[in-house]
């Protein structure tokens, strides 16, 4: 069974969110729960198992600038929460992500 992990963002954090990441986010946390809830409907309906990975905004903000070519997209939020999802299964501290990236 596939495990899909999904970024949750903390409310209080979400209008920094949506300052930082170049793609545009819904006006309010309220929709963008809804966005999110349906990305999990989506992928349970593919089989798959979904596992919140809660994302700060300054691990969020040091993962994008550690990379080659820095991408705050929505996109590279999915990646990380994919990536520290994957880390922390394995027993890893998050702290190895960011060393890699």
Do not use: H
Not at 1 to 6: A, D, F, K, L, Q
Not at 76 to 87: F, I, M, W
């Amino acid at each position: 069974m596939t495990i899909e992990y999904i970024a949750s963002i903390a409310e209080a954090d979400y209008k920094m969110f949506r300052i930082l990441i170049t793609t545009p986010l819904p006006d309010d946390y309220e929709t963008w729960l809804l966005v999110r809830e349906r990305g999990k409907l989506r992928a349970t309906e593919r089989g798959a198992t979904v596992a919140e990975v809660e994302v700060s905004l300054m691990e969020f903000a040091a993962y994008c600038k550690g990379l080659k070519k820095p991408n705050f997209s929505i996109g590279t939020l999915d990646q990380y929460a994919r990536e520290k999802g994957a880390v922390q299964a394995r027993g890893l501290p998050s702290a190895s992500l960011l060393e890699a990236s």
